[in-house]
């Protein structure tokens, strides 16, 4: 299928070359879990394919899977869906979260449970056939065969609407079951009845339901709606399975067999026009004839059942489903025209879209169409005038290319996303950011302080449109908070230690620009810090105990993961001293050992760029390793190896991303790279020169933040072959280093390469 795919996608493109960005989306790549073809526990992509809109608060996707490390609910090799939720999460591992007010088209007998796909439960779910499976930008379809019926999707920011096309049939149904959530169950639920056409209330999710990090994650949330139907609800009712008091409800229990039976056998109510309880879901039937259409138009609201009103007001209340599928398409359009590229096969165009597509997902709106939110306090605000309430922030993923990318194309969004953190950190009481955000919650996930590099570097970049005074106060005192000790490392670990060495020169940064220069003097000295855990004797960075003491050199050394370092190894992990690569290389030896050391874990890792113990690709560690050599005086080299990392590492398939999605990093890094830019080090403005995929890339610029209007990368006799850059000229004038400052970006104006077959040896070398 995933031939069929790529195939099917390539040959639409060829018959229209001059087609507006979104037609180059193919949601489908990423669009899979499965860790037999990962190679690795921690699978694939884990993009869903169904529909959106760009940093929207909804999107409608397909559902094959409940539970597991299924973050996105969906995996592409699944052969039944079990029905089409209104919220997603995009990229992500340990277990997931949202996946809410589940909707799925029947027809036949009465199910209150999905069942399972193997058949040994039945259920609602259904087989779909995969020929009729449709993903474009903000638009899904899919033909549920079981029931014979056609199923469509696409959103607005705040809705989410549904076209289902019925087969002739007595009995034909629609069922919403509110207690589903992707890693776990909703708590508590409400719905009612409230006209013919209409209905309403609300799904609440806590930890002890499961979900994000299977309740370790902390999420804790509301989803209220308001959804009508196009056909009046003559016959409607309501199921509710009574949950014992004290029932595990996280996963793997609630997926237990034990659990589905309860749900199974729930009480069926009639006669009723509204319900609440622990597990329920709501059902309305009425006879079809082949071809009858029946639309489903849900508004979402975090905040209460009057915000989703609102927003289904504001924004699908007098829109059919093609007026709603054609606004999406153009939201795409608009969005993704900020970067323009010519050049490159046609299956590259798709991938560099798609990415960019993707980097589009979050952080997303969290706030109803009136401003009003749920703050860190769990009580209503209203936003500021002139910044959005953002919400998941992936954040010791997303530090390193996604926000880089964002203060190119979206800096309004950067602004946005420090807002919203400042005033979590404030709201919540705790006075800190937090690494992993996910709707409020302080989840605690991964390490490091990578809300500090998001400041730092918008800072750095001249974006400031948030209080820099209390971001600034807030960064500060996550800093001391999150730290190495006394003697500048993090006991037994090797990613925290480094990561916090990289946040103080961050600190560093900020301390310095904001003129706070008794700071700047005591972060300046703790990012050497780094150097505290390299071992001269095995000439790499170690773990220390709380003593002092290293612990026990493993037998396999600095390849062993999780020896001291967070999803990597010592050799992925160690390369982590961004802020003064100068520093580091005198530390491992000089240059010259460090460019060895560099050549061996490229020349040793495998093209199929799947999970391994060199340059893992799949995970973030090493996401800026390739674009050291420019920093070493051998910038030959960060063009070949970050060509080779494109073509090998990302494609027009199901599988075309080799890790998972991580909310926009793994994408964002491709949309880089394949430019031709990318950073070393976030919070320095230098941003490295590559050799890119395209011929001619155009990032159109935000007046608010920067004086030019657009700025061009043109690549002459560009072909795989000719991958090495050979001169350059920036705005007509010979340029000879490897790297621009943001402000030459913002500036606008032409950057030209002149490509070849064999480095230039000379090119960009000080």
């Known amino acids: 299928m995933k031939h069929f795919l790529s195939i099917s996608v390539t040959w639409l ?91 799925q088209p029947t027809t036949g007998p009465l199910h209150t449970i999905a069942g399972r796909e193997d058949g040994s439960m039945e259920g609602y779910r259904s087989h779909y056939e995969k020929a009729t499976e449709t993903a474009k930008a903000g638009y899904y379809r899919t033909r549920l065969t079981d029931y014979g019926i056609d199923v469509e999707c696409s959103a607005t920011q705040r809705c989410g609407i549904l076209r289902f096309t019925y087969p002739d049939n007595k009995v034909s149904r629609i069922q919403v079951d509110l207690a589903r959530r992707v890693g776990g169950t909703s708590t508590r639920q409400y719905i009612r009845v409230v006209d013919d056409h209409t209905i309403e209330g609300w799904m609440r999710c806590t930890p002890e339901g499961g979900g994000w990090g299977n309740g370790g994650g902390q999420g804790r949330y509301t989803v209220h709606f308001h959804a009508t139907l196009s056909k009046p609800m003559v016959k409607y009712g309501f199921w509710s399975a009574e949950i014992p008091e004290g029932t595990d409800r996280c996963m793997p229990q609630c997926h237990s067999e034990e659990y589905l039976k309860q749900v199974a056998e729930a009480r069926i109510v009639e006669g009723e026009s509204e319900i609440e309880g622990d597990h329920i879901g709501f059902y309305t039937e009425f006879p079809t004839q082949w071809g009858d259409k029946v639309e489903m138009k849900v508004g979402i609201s975090f905040v209460d059942i009057e915000g989703a009103r609102r927003n289904y007001d504001a924004e699908i209340r007098d829109k059919n489903f093609d007026q709603v599928k054609n606004e999406a398409t153009a939201r795409w359009d608009e969005a993704l025209s900020r970067v323009s590229i010519e050049g490159g096969t046609e299956d590259e165009k798709v991938i ?42 992936s954040g010791w993923d997303v530090f390193r290319s996604q926000f880089p990318l964002q203060t190119i194309i979206n800096p309004h969004l950067v602004s946005d996303m420090i807002n919203s953190l400042t005033g979590l950190a404030e709201q919540s009481g705790k006075g800190y950011y937090e690494r992993w955000e996910f709707l409020n919650a302080y989840s605690g996930c991964m390490l490091g302080n990578p809300a500090i590099s998001v400041l730092a570097d918008a800072y750095a970049k001249g974006i400031r449109t948030y209080d820099t005074k209390k971001a600034y106060e807030t960064a500060l005192k996550t800093s001391e908070k999150n730290a190495n000790n006394d003697r500048g490392y993090t006991s037994g670990s090797i990613s925290t230690t480094l990561e916090y060495a990289y946040s103080d020169w961050c600190m560093y940064q900020l301390a310095e620009q904001m003129g706070d220069k008794q700071n700047a003097r005591k972060y300046a000295a703790r990012c050497k810090s780094y150097a505290s855990i390299y071992d001269p004797e095995h000439k790499w960075f170690r773990p220390k105990n709380g003593d002092g003491t290293w612990q026990d050199w493993p037998e396999t050394g600095i390849y062993t993961e999780g020896y001291g ?61 390739p ?59 230098r941003t490295e020169i590559t050799s890119p995929v395209f011929d001619r ?48 970006i913002t500036a606008g104006g032409t950057l030209e390469l002149y490509m070849g077959p064999e480095p230039n040896k000379k090119w960009g070398v000080k």
């Open 13 to 103: 493109l060829a018959a229209n070359t001059s087609m507006a960005q979104s037609q180059y989306v193919n949601p489908f790549i990423g669009a899979s879990t499965n860790m037999s073809k990962a190679g690795a526990m921690h699978g694939l992509g884990k993009t869903f394919p169904g529909a959106a809109t760009p940093f929207g608060m909804v999107q409608v996707s397909p559902q094959t899977i409940t539970g597991g490390d299924n973050g996105p609910g969906y995996s592409h090799e699944h052969l039944t869906i079990e029905g089409f939720s209104m919220t997603q999460m995009s990229g992500i591992g340990w277990y997931g979260d949202l996946g809410n007010f589940m909707v």
């Open 352 to 393: 560099f879209y798609t990415a960019l597509y993707h980097t589009m997902i979050d952080p997303r709106t969290y706030q109803d169409v009136d401003g009003r939110y749920i703050g860190g306090d769990q009580q209503i605000h209203q936003a500021e005038k002139g910044y959005i309430k953002r919400t998941i922030f």
């Open 565 to 625: 370092s967070c999803e990597s190894n010592p050799l992925q992990q160690g390369w982590f001293v961004p802020h003064d690569i100068q520093g580091f290389a005198k530390l491992l030896g000089g240059k010259e050992r460090t460019i060895a050391e560099l050549d061996s874990m490229f020349e040793h890792t495998p093209s199929s760029m799947l999970w391994n113990q060199y340059y893992n690709h799949a995970n973030e560690p090493v996401h800026h390793i």
């Open 627 to 685: 674009f050291m050599y420019n920093a070493l005086g051998q910038p030959w080299k960060t063009q070949r190896w970050s060509r080779f990392i494109c073509s090998h590492a990302y494609g027009n398939m199901v599988e075309g991303l080799k890790g998972n999605e991580d909310v926009g990093q793994m994408s964002a890094w491709y949309v880089l790279a394949a430019s031709g830019l990318h950073p070393v080090c976030p919070g320095d403005p």
């Open 697 to 744: 890339v155009e990032f159109r610029l935000d007046p608010d933040y920067a004086t030019g209007e657009k700025f061009t990368i043109i690549a002459h006799n560009n072909s795989p072959e000719n991958l090495y850059i050979q001169r350059t000229t920036l705005n007509g004038k010979p340029y000879n280093r490897c790297y621009l400052d943001f402000q030459q």
